[in-house]
């Protein structure tokens, strides 16, 4: 199960302009790469431990959620999404959606593991 935050309520701010591009152009490249429809890449998950473990997890970065997405529907694992509220952040900056080079570090990440996973890496 997925928590998505695009489908649940979301507070004004909670995610920035480029987390939306980013989340859209990376759940449209899952959907066109493994023929799966996501909506967000959100953090909130449940999984079993025994497909976890079958999932084969490398990235442990800003990488992990779509490469979990990706692994998932290549093993034709069935993930439903569930709408989740969210918040804007409540104190400090983020080191990722926060600043440009955080910004193009994590879409670089995210590309590049879409990819990685569509030709069996």
């Known amino acids: ?31 066109l790469g493994f023929g799966v429809h996501y909506t967000d890449l959100g953090p909130f998950r449940a999984i079993r431990w025994a497909t976890l473990e079958r999932l ?37 900056r983020s080191k990722i959606s926060g600043t440009v080079v955080g910004s193009v570090a994590a879409g670089w990440r995210i590309l590049w593991t879409i990819a990685r996973v569509r030709i069996g890496g």
Do not use: H
């Open 1 to 31: 199960m997925i928590g998505s935050r695009v489908l649940g309520r979301a507070e004004r701010g909670a995610l920035t302009p480029v987390q939306r591009l980013g989340n859209w152009l990376a759940t449209r490249l899952l959907s």
């Open 56 to 92: 084969g997890m490398r990235d442990l970065d800003f990488g992990w959620t779509v490469e979990m997405q990706a692994r998932a529907a290549r093993l034709g694992v069935t993930a439903i999404e569930t709408p989740v509220s969210s918040r804007r952040r409540r104190g400090g």
